[in-house]
């Protein structure tokens, strides 16, 4: 099905299920340990052995000598894997480095070997037994001393434009009645997910399975067969149950290929888990930026100039953080410039993390929209809506589909009891504690894939929908059940879904925020297709049918949905494809973030009391589960405002807490009460269920209304991330 014009009435918007609270389905199964993680299949494979992964101890070098010979002859050890005897391997599409390196090295915790043995504790030990040499090479390690060599990327899909320009920035900003000039900084951040990269892997004659942990299926598979250098219909992967990913397992990792690499040479299955520290420096990471961000405004507040810069490191060959993208589309301003310059640096591989490119974009660019505020003597909330657009700025023929971003903010300020903040900061005691307010903008872009199903019903009137979406936790399962049920006319009940299976047709995969609508539109599109079959298996007119309450009905006829399957069950398959609808309309999605802090005026610690985000994200098709993915969207923002930041060894080239005792993220005791409004809104020119992505847009905005927050209770401007007691405390008002 091609979806090329606007949607109109169809049968989800009878909101029988679609749009309800309901339970996840997957809870159950989750809260009992049932659910079948990729470590944890034990029903699957007879008798696996394990593997131990051996990181580099070097950032940039090689390997001159490897002694494998007392791990080989340690017990139970079955095989030891390198780049010496695992034969040829390509690098697929979607990683920068090798995923098994040697004898060059490209970054620290490059995986180099593979301990294959009976038991992981024997697999651990032996490893320890491994010698090997390196000769280090001097690396580049600093962003800030390599972003005088940073150069413009190549632009890509994923990255748009590098450089933007519209009207004349450099001479409207000269001439511009109040300017602001400002440089913000970004650390370094870990995905941090609960269950680490992890795969059991097994061979049948010249034929791969794969249990994993990955969150795109058919990106996954296509890479491990490039990778191994097998055809893809050798390759399956299953991956039916994630425990986090936040974009770290968008793509292959090295646990499926050493996993891979690692049954094939010991002739049995394998399994494999990353230790926690390969999974900062082995796996991937969000990139620090240095972001410059220029405004020029009339007095009035209405901005006549917006240039934001943005500067980021990876590996050679990688991409930049792409955070200057909101700053292209949120805000009006006739005169406009953008631009993203990236370091090659040697340090372990930068990538998407939770709504990459938005969320450390929008933690200058809000801060930015505060200062100027201020500058001008105008409200923040009000400052924003005077620079409403609802056209593309750089492209004014580009409408936007939906843009109620000031009902976020206007309904957002009412609800938070903004009216009472005291614009002038310092003002407002606790006791020993500072009291602030603030609030920032959130954005993301409604980004949509082609995403398919197949629906099957049988002779019970069980609607089963099999498709290799993923669900990270998310909801998937629930809301590709209220779908189909909504779509066929059953209860929840008679609906089965199975995800997470290469063998399943290829969906959009959970990733970027657009993995709800666009998995949905493709079940969407499958059902539509079951529909016109049932329809003619019962001779009925499909353009007249009413699928409810289990049956069928045409006028005065009614026939129960199962009639259609007496004879076979009856399966569709489709997929959902778009024209160029997205060309035509910018589709985005907006928030309206406002927090509450208290800082101790003698120590500095900062504490967040009380947060609010207003969505517009389209229809809701899951309110419950929705507001889950957003009040974690708005913890990682709290953590990557306070305390969230991978240290860097510039000697070495490594993270230095690379674990979940030294990088730090938010607990329960640091997340107060938290309040999520969605509006009532449905956008046509999206999907057929008139919905969005609304998973990333929570962080979006979220750590600069915290920095907001913070400086109205202090008075003391901090824009370097993350906002620690020690870069404000010999600034904070003196204590009475």
């Known amino acids: 099905m091609k979806f090329d014009s606007a949607a109109t009435t169809n049968p989800i918007d009878r909101l029988k299920v679609i749009g309800q609270p309901l339970d996840r389905i997957d809870g159950p199964l989750k809260t009992t340990g049932k659910a079948p993680y990729a470590y944890e299949r034990h029903d699957i494979v007879a008798d696996p052995a394990y593997g131990h992964v051996i990181g ?3 950032a940039k070098g090689r390997i001159t000598a490897m002694d494998l010979s007392a791990a080989e002859r340690a017990p139970g050890v079955l095989a030891v894997v390198t780049a010496r005897n695992a034969g040829v391997l390509k690098k697929g599409n979607y990683n920068t480095a090798h995923l098994l390196g040697g004898p060059d090295i490209q970054h620290y915790h490059q995986a180099v070997a593979l301990v294959v043995a009976e038991s992981f504790e024997q697999a651990r030990a032996a490893a320890h037994l491994v010698r090997i040499d390196y000769k280090a090479e001097p690396g580049r390690f600093d962003l800030h001393a390599a972003k005088g060599s940073a150069t413009a990327p190549e632009p890509s899909d994923l990255t748009g434009p590098i450089d933007t320009h519209v009207g004349d920035f450099p001479r409207a900003f000269a001439q511009a009645a109040v300017r602001l000039d400002e440089t913000y900084t970004t650390p370094d951040q870990s995905h941090a997910m609960m269950e680490p990269h992890a795969t059991l892997a097994s061979w049948e004659g010249d034929s791969l399975t794969v249990w994993t942990s990955n969150q795109m299926v058919a990106w996954s598979t296509g890479e491990l067969a490039t990778t191994l250098g097998i055809p893809p219909e050798k390759v399956r992967l299953i991956s039916p149950y994630i425990g986090g990913g936040f974009g770290s397992k968008l793509f292959l990792r090295a646990d499926v290929v050493l996993a891979a690499l690692g049954a094939r040479a010991a002739g049995r299955p394998v399994k494999v888990a990353l230790q926690r520290p390969l999974i900062a420096n082995n796996t991937t990471h969000r990139p620090a930026t240095i972001q410059r961000v220029r405004l020029g405004a009339e007095r009035d507040g209405t901005i006549t100039a917006i240039g934001h810069e943005s500067w980021s490191g990876d590996l050679e060959g990688g991409g930049p953080e792409t955070a200057v993208g909101q700053t292209r589309l949120l805000y009006a301003g006739a005169n406009r410039m953008t631009s993203m310059r990236l370091a090659v640096l040697d340090l372990p591989e930068g990538n998407a993390m939770r709504a990459p490119g938005e969320a450390p974009g929008l933690m200058a660019l809000e801060i930015a929209m505060d200062e100027m505020a201020e500058k001008l003597g105008i409200d923040p909330v009000e400052f924003r809506i005077r620079n409403d657009t609802q056209v593309d700025p750089e492209h004014p023929e580009r409408p936007f589909s939906a843009r109620p971003f000031v009902q976020c903010l206007r309904l ?13 900061p310092g003002q407002i005691r606790d006791g020993r504690w500072l009291i602030g307010l603030g609030m920032a903008a959130g954005f993301r872009n409604n980004l949509l894939a082609k995403s398919g199903a197949r629906v099957r019903l049988d002779n019970l009137g069980v609607v089963t929908v099999e498709t290799d979406m993923t669900d990270i936790g998310t909801g998937s399962y629930t809301i590709i059940a209220q779908t189909a049920a909504e ?3 059953v209860p929840m009940e008679q609906v089965r879904v199975v995800l997470g299976d290469s063998s399943f047709p290829v969906s959009a995969g959970s990733g970027g925020q657009w993995g709800a609508a666009s998995s949905t539109a493709g079940v969407y599109a499958a059902c539509v297709k079951l529909r016109e079959e049932v329809a003619r298996k019962l001779s009925l007119n499909s353009a007249d049918a009413e699928f409810v309450d289990g049956e069928v009905r045409v006028g005065n006829r009614s026939i129960r949905l199962q009639a259609a399957a007496a004879e076979g069950d009856l399966v569709a398959e489709d997929r959902m494809e778009y024209g160029d609808i997205t060309e035509k309309m910018q589709q985005s999605t907006f928030a309206g973030h406002f927090v509450e802090v208290a800082v101790d005026s003698a120590t500095g610690e900062s504490r967040i009391r009380r947060m609010l985000a207003v969505c517009a994200a389209g229809r809701i098709l899951n309110p419950k589960s929705a507001r889950s993915q957003v009040i974690g969207a708005m913890t990682m923002g709290a953590g990557a405002a306070l305390m969230e930041e991978l240290a860097v060894d510039t000697r070495r080239g490594f993270f230095v807490n690379h674990d979940l005792v030294g990088y730090e993220v938010p607990v329960h005791a640091d997340i107060p009460h938290q309040e999520v409004v969605f509006l009532d ?12 992505g609304v998973g990333e847009l929570g962080i979006c905005g979220v750590g600069a209304a915290v920095a ?6 202090t008075g003391v401007r901090v824009r370097d991330y993350p906002i620690t007691l020690d870069k404000h405390l010999d600034r904070l008002p003196d204590v009475a």
């Open 681 to 692: 809104e449905t956008d046509p020119m999206s999907t057929p269920l008139k919905a969005k």
């Open 708 to 713: 907001n927050a913070i400086y109205n209770a």
């Open 56 to 58: 580099a101890t070097i």
């Open 412 to 424: 957002g300020a009412e609800r938070f009891g903004w009216d009472r903040r005291n614009a002038r």
């Open 487 to 489: 779509m066929m006319g």
